[in-house]
């Protein structure tokens, strides 16, 4: 990987390396992609604070979320599939991420399993839930993790109808994938992907495995969603959940304050503000616009994690100044995965570290407690330690 430097290079890598289908899949957003583009497009309207002549010789990008101790403020975020981007993928990405200190999350649909990756790694990892109708399934897929040790559960709440994603449809994506006279050049010309695929632990949904019949390709996943992902989901559920799970609890896929406050009510340990890489609600707001008012409406009590359009250590800078506690990633790490396996995961997890580590540097900010709205042109120091100076005055 001597001439990647960013992680638009490696995209530019996966897109040759991984079949269409399967590159798409992990590109693209929902319907005109209008909430895809604009968390990028807001990200980069944030103008940074440029500050000189500060020592920042001991810098550090050491933190903690959810009481986890963490080596930078990066966690990589749930990813349905992702081990069709490269066979095992899921347990390459694990392995990649705890070699480098940060908390790997894996997806109830993830193609390898609970067990697979708990089986390959040393440390535990976080794990995604969709709660589906069949509550018997939930509560069964709790207990696994459970045994697996995962130290936080993520639940995904912006998902309880699928937002239509046009070029899954186009390209007639299937899991496990098959040739057909329209992608057999394609695949032939990705022997790498195709060999990783064949000698993979498996071909399908892993987690989901002697549950579900008909998952053999997009369209039934689709038709699946529909009558399992439940629309009829609610509060209600989240209080279910908060009992049955004993662990951390993090509610994944908040914009509004009000539900955020919703969720610190019912026992979110913490919540990622999030529109899922803008591929649900086309036409929501890009992630970071909606992240000051619910990291002002939670305060210091609750931790709020951030993800959807980082793609630099700038970006992480941005929303870590805006309230953030850490970033999740999707696509950077997908795309490393894509282009070269376990390595490829490290390569985006070290551009990123690097890059905000940089970027504090030149903002004149050594530790990530100090980051706050100072280092925005335009931003303000943020309340909480106003609010503990005035305790001790008192
Ligand atoms: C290919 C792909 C699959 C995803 N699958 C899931 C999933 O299974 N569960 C989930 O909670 N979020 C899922 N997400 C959303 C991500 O967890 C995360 O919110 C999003 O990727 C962040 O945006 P970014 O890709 O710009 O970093 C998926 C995202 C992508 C790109």
């Known amino acids: 990987m001597k001439n990647v430097t960013c992680i638009a290079d490696l995209r530019d890598l996966a897109r040759r390396k991984v079949p269409r289908a399967f590159f798409d899949y992990a590109d693209s957003g929902s319907y005109n992609e209008e909430t895809l583009r604009a968390n990028r497009a807001d990200l980069e309207g944030i103008k940074l604070r440029q500050r000189v002549l500060v020592d920042v010789s001991a810098r550090s990008l050491a933190t903690t979320i959810v009481g986890q101790k963490v080596a ?3 966690v990589l975020a749930p990813i349905g599939l992702c081990g069709m981007q490269r066979g095992n993928g899921e347990i390459l990405a694990a392995q990649a991420a705890y070699e480098a200190g940060i908390p790997f999350t894996l997806s109830t649909m993830s193609i390898c399993s609970i067990e697979d990756v708990a089986e390959a790694t040393r440390k535990p990892f976080w794990f995604q839930l969709y709660v589906i109708r069949d509550r018997g399934f939930s509560k069964e897929i709790l207990s696994r993790a459970v045994a697996a040790k995962c130290s936080a559960l993520v639940l995904t709440v912006d998902l309880q109808v699928l937002g239509q994603r046009h070029r899954d449809i186009k390209n007639g994506m299937t899991v496990p994938p098959q040739i057909r006279l329209k992608n057999i050049i394609d695949v032939a010309t990705k022997p790498a992907w195709a060999w990783s695929i064949l000698t993979g632990k498996r071909k399908t949904f892993g987690n989901l495995a002697g549950h579900v019949k008909g998952m053999d390709n997009v369209n039934e996943l689709a038709k699946w969603v529909g009558s399992q992902f439940d629309p009829a989901l609610s509060w209600k559920d989240v209080e279910w959940i908060k009992k049955i799970w004993p662990g951390k609890l993090i509610l994944k896929g908040i914009l509004d ?13 913490a919540i990622v503000v999030s529109n899922h890489g803008g591929r649900q609600l086309d036409g929501a707001p890009s992630s970071i616009s909606a992240l ?3 990291a002002d409406a939670l305060g210091s009590g609750t931790e709020v994690l951030f993800d959807g ?3 630099t250590g700038s970006d992480m800078m941005r929303a870590l100044a805006l309230g953030a506690r850490a970033c999740l990633v999707g696509r950077p790490y997908i795309y490393g995965l894509g282009a070269g396996g376990r390595p490829g995961v490290a390569k985006a997890i070290d551009i990123l570290k690097s890059e905000l580590s940089v970027t504090m540097a030149l903002t004149g900010t050594n530790n990530i ?5 100072r280092v925005i ?4 120091e943020s309340k909480k330690p106003k609010k503990k100076a005035a305790r001790k005055r008192r």
Do not use: E, N
């Open 377 to 380: 042109v335009g931003g303000k």
């Open 309 to 311: 359009g980082i793609r």
């Open 292 to 294: 000051p008012k619910v």
């Open 72 to 74: 930078a403020p990066l």
């Open 257 to 269: 304050a009000d539900d955020a406050k919703t969720a610190v009510k019912l026992g979110a340990d």
């Open 369 to 373: 407690k100090d980051i706050d709205g």
